[in-house]
Each structure stands twice: as structure tokens, then as C-alpha cells.
């Protein structure tokens, strides 16, 4: 099992930037390839970004690429997500998630495939 806690979540005036973090407890950080996901209110869960086990892969959601970069310490068991030209569309409550596999190269969007969710970090981008 692994244990997610987000944080870095703020009020953001558009066009500024952010980095959330999630650290994880538990199990070996480097046994899982995570995620970070958003949802924001009246709407459903949305993919936002994905690495793989050995971090050299990621994959974004077509409204964040670009604006967004995810990256991992597998030493200090840290998720960091860097946000920047943020936009009010990108206000949501974000998750880091966790899903254990074999190959340390795979990612994968489907938040079905993903075992273990932290609580969420608030993102506001409001002027």
C-alpha cells in the first residue's frame, strides 16, 4: 500500500503558476507509475498528466501540454506537478494517484487503472 498526501494547492491570479507536490508513504515510491487528475465543480474527473515507474515517460491531456510538466523524485518519494500560464479553466480539486505494475516505462490515463488516491489540493485561478 501507498499513501498519498497533495500539497501546493492556492488562489492564482490567470497566467501565474504553481507546483503541487504529493508525497507518498509506504510502500517503494518507485513500484508505482502516478498520476494527477482534476475535477473541478458540477464536473467529472478528468486525466490531467501520467509517469511511468522510471519517470522517463509522461503523458499529458491535450489542455495542459505545454503548460504543464510532471516529474518525480523517486528518492524523496515526491510527485511534482509545475504549472504555469494557468488559466481559470484550470481550477479543480487535484489528485495524485498511484497504480502498481511491472513495467517501468508504462503510463496510463484511465483513472480505473489506478489504485491508491490522495485527498486532493485546491487550485483556484481567479483574478
Known amino acids: 500500500q501507498v499513501h498519498l498526501v497533495e500539497s501546493g494547492g492556492a488562489l492564482v491570479q490567470p497566467g501565474g503558476s504553481l507546483r503541487l507536490s504529493c508525497a507518498a508513504s509506504?510502500?517503494?515510491?518507485?513500484?508505482?507509475?502516478m498520476a494527477w487528475f482534476r475535477q473541478a465543480p458540477g464536473k467529472e474527473r478528468e486525466f490531467v498528466a501520467a509517469?511511468?515507474?522510471?519517470?522517463?515517460?509522461?503523458s499529458y491531456a491535450d489542455s495542459v501540454k505545454g503548460r504543464f510538466t510532471l516529474s518525480r523524485d523517486n528518492a524523496k518519494n515526491t510527485l511534482y506537478l509545475q504549472m504555469i500560464s494557468l488559466k481559470p479553466e484550470d481550477t479543480a480539486v487535484y489528485y495524485c494517484?498511484?497504480?502498481?505494475?511491472?513495467?517501468?516505462?508504462?503510463?496510463?490515463?484511465?483513472?480505473?487503472?489506478?489504485?491508491?488516491w490522495g485527498q486532493g489540493t485546491q487550485v483556484t485561478v481567479s483574478s
Open positions: 494517484a498511484a497504480s502498481s505494475g511491472s513495467d517501468p516505462h508504462y503510463t496510463t490515463r484511465r483513472g480505473a487503472d489506478y489504485d491508491y
Open positions: 509506504g510502500d517503494r515510491f518507485s513500484n508505482y507509475r
Open positions: 509517469i511511468s515507474r522510471s519517470g522517463r515517460r509522461t
